[in-house]
């Protein structure tokens, strides 16, 4: 049967047969989607073994892997076999996907091959252990326009007593023998998230992960792997992403066959979970993608997946992302009626869209010791409830939104006082707290109901369009006392499951209402909480200079048209550092444009300013948040410049950035040879700010131009930038 016709990463038309199928006579199972092939096999010994991922393969392409014997007696041919999913068992000492005890003792686990289903563009194979009733369903779904390939499995235990599982992944993943391959992922801590890192693959094992029962910015579930030819727009570039806003783990090891073998899943540290007669656990979502296109090709492969198939649609869209006005800068805790009208008022006159009013509006919460868990309004504040601010805001012609922090609680609220047991805790332990407040333990189903009928009559008792949903500590103390002693690490995935349940059900419930992940900034940015919430917050830290590699860093995995970025004042809380309006937007201007600073200091040119760039934000922002992102530079010693250019699908238009943090010695800067437009068409060019291009630049030229000959721009002083909008003419 043939399937209809895909389109590759890159545009390219590519007609296959079914985009998932199995060939009985050599036992290979194959998918294929965008510009991708994937591929495994069941051995001769009836264990699922990798065959191949990459790029695309010609339909009747003979694929073949060899049968693998051990080397000697000590590796034997459990640990040489690139396995698609193995057990901890059998004389496996590489990472196992799964392990498991029983209460015999045995922890043995070696998992065969019993059945398989084709249906689509998924193939769903069965596993089971040679003689203990534990099995294991295996997920791939490819996606046809992306070749983005998702992989999952589910844990069943079909025997009379119960199991332990000690480790569980999502999917195992082999690279074949090479020695020139090196992973790339990010970094950071609170403030400086997103940070690049870059390291060989060799011998040995590299671990990323997060112990900290959310995903965390210590690391990001995410990385590519390259080769030592791949550049950013040319070579092979392997990329995935764990869609789990829990404790996650991800191991990359080059094995003694030279093979690069990558397992994703639970963090095993201090995971237990008890899998009694009957039940099932299912994995994350393990994301994988690639592109011969090189890093930038990858992520645009992964932004591309993220808009279609992971981001919420409303009415069958993914909307774009409105310019809102966040209060926090202007008010803090320091929020009442009259002050937030006034802010509103300010903010409409730039052209604002969505009016946010930050912490503060209510329990007690006069500061951050108190009121977290009480969501009922302020009365002193807002003597009236929300109606009158909300009305006013609407009247303006903006939608309204909120700050919340559901899943927390600060001892001095009246939730902890009517039910202390209700946060995370060890019974008779300290509780330790983080910015004065506990976690509540959502993975009982009594806090989740609570948490769910508190933000429920708040959507309902008030016209709210958006909530800012906050999350701003880690765990400590991930006690359960109430449950049975063998079932309390279940925690770790009963929480973020009832997390989830939250968040689908809220949106059942209020269809309309748009969300954003925060979690002191980009603590909570993954592919799962991101097939829930229609945007993210990527740091608490918004100098435009730090953000731009914080952006960039954000960008290599998750899609530019889900990231807020602010405009905030000057000199920036961070690093006290003062910069130019036109920097500050121009920098926040390359995902959601969002204003945090404080009007009430404003002049009138700063006003007249921002008004400019906002409307020039509308003309580009499907461009930015829809089309396909091409990083040309990244500031380095030969070219100081952070250049991003976003082009929209249809070619039909192009949004250039360049910024600079300083220029020095009367450096001349390279030509910027602009990617992806249509190059037979004819490109206008106007700045962002309205001002007349430099005179060496044509008005009007070809893109064959535009990305030959390029575009000379000089920038001098310090934190300098321009944006340049290209219009193809009919």
């Avoid at 969501?375 to 700050?403: A, Q, S, Y």
């Amino acid at each position: 049967m043939r399937a209809l016709c895909a389109l590759g990463a890159m545009g390219t038309p590519a007609t296959a047969f079914a985009q998932a199928r199995y060939d009985k006579e050599n036992k290979i199972f194959r998918l294929d989607g965008g510009d991708v092939t994937y591929a495994f096999k069941v051995n001769v010994a009836g264990i699922l073994q990798s065959v191949y991922w990459g790029k695309r393969l010609p339909d009747r392409a003979p694929l073949a892997a060899p049968e693998l014997s051990g080397l000697s007696g000590f590796d034997v041919t459990t640990n040489v076999v690139p396995q698609e999913y193995a057990g901890q068992g059998g004389g496996l000492y590489a990472e196992p996907a799964l392990k498991v005890s029983y209460p015999d003792g045995n922890r043995d686990l070696v998992l065969y091959y019993r059945s398989h289903v084709v249906s689509g563009d998924t193939i769903r194979v069965t596993m089971s252990d040679l003689d203990r009733p534990l099995f294991v369903t295996l997920s791939y779904t490819i996606d046809r326009a992306t070749g983005v390939v998702a992989r999952s499995a589910v844990i069943e235990n079909r025997g009379a007593g119960d199991v332990r599982v000690d480790q569980v992944a999502a999917a195992g993943l082999t690279l074949p023998v090479a020695y020139d391959y090196r992973l790339h992922y990010s970094t950071g801590r609170w403030a400086a998230e997103w940070t690049l890192q870059d390291r060989p693959l060799t011998a040995g094992s590299t671990v990323l992960e997060s112990r900290r029962g959310s995903t965390g910015s210590q690391n990001n579930p995410w990385f590519q792997i390259t080769r030592a030819t791949t550049t950013e727009e040319d070579g092979p570039a392997w990329i995935g992403a764990l869609a789990w806003s829990g404790s996650w783990r991800l191991s990359f090891d080059q094995d003694v066959t030279g093979r690069i073998r990558i397992v994703g899943g639970y963090n095993p540290f201090d995971f237990a979970y008890r899998l009694k007669s009957g039940a099932t656990l299912a994995t994350p979502t393990f994301y994988i993608g690639f592109s011969d296109h090189g890093r930038g090709g990858a992520s645009r492969v992964f932004h591309a997946f993220q808009r279609d198939r992971i981001l919420p649609q409303h009415d069958g869209h993914v909307p774009l992302r409105k310019v809102l006005y966040n209060s926090w800068e202007a008010t803090e805790f320091d929020v009442n009626e009259a002050g937030q009208i006034a802010l509103a008022e300010r903010a409409a006159t730039l052209g604002v869209e969505r009016f946010v009013m930050d912490d503060g509006w209510f329990g007690a919460r006069n500061n951050d010791k108190a009121g977290l868990g009480d969501w009922t309004v302020n009365p002193t504040k807002f003597p009236n409830g929300l109606t009158p601010l909300i009305t006013r805001v609407k009247t303006l012609g903006m939608d309204f939104g909120l700050w919340v922090e559901p899943e927390m609680i600060n001892e001095d609220s009246d939730l902890f006082r009517a039910h202390p047991d209700w946060a995370m805790q060890f019974k008779g332990r300290p509780r330790t707290q983080g910015r004065n407040q506990l976690v509540l333990n959502l993975a009982r189903t009594d806090v989740r109901d609570h948490v769910l009928e508190q933000l429920d009559n708040l959507l309902s008792k008030n016209d709210i369009a958006f909530l800012k949903w906050d999350y701003n500590r880690n765990w400590s103390e991930p006690g359960w006392p109430d449950a049975d002693v063998n079932d309390q690490q279940t925690i770790y995935v009963a929480y973020v499951r009832n997390l989830y349940w939250i968040i689908d059900e809220l949106r059942k419930r209020h269809p309309g209402v748009e969300i954003e992940s925060c979690s002191g900034g980009g603590g909570r940015v993954d592919l799962g909480i991101m097939a829930r919430t229609d945007q993210v917050w990527p740091s608490d830290n918004t100098d435009p200079l730090d953000r731009l590699s914080i952006q960039d860093g954000y960008t290599q995995a998750y899609a530019p048209g889900a990231m807020m970025a602010w405009v905030t004042d000057s000199p920036n809380w961070v690093n006290k550092r003062q910069t130019p309006l036109s920097f500050r937007f121009l920098s926040a201007m390359q995902g959601g444009l969002g204003i945090g600073t404080n009007l009430n200091k404003w002049q009138d040119w700063d006003f007249l300013v921002a008004r400019r760039y906002i409307q020039s934000y509308k003309r580009i922002r499907q461009t930015v948040q829809r089309g396909q992102l091409y990083r040309l530079n990244r500031a380095n010693e030969a070219d100081r410049r952070w250049t991003n250019l976003y082009v929209a699908a249809d070619r039909s238009q192009a949004a250039l950035f360049t910024l600079i943090g300083s220029t020095q010695k009367l450096d001349v800067m390279p030509t910027i040879a602009l990617r992806g437009l249509d190059p037979e068409a004819k490109y206008q060019i106007e700045t962002m700010d309205g001002a007349a291009p430099p005179v060496t630049m044509p008005a009007v030229a070809s893109g064959a131009y535009w990305m030959n000959h390029g575009v000379d721009v000089t920038l001098q002083g310090d934190f300098q930038g321009v944006g340049f909008i290209l219009t193809r003419l009919r």
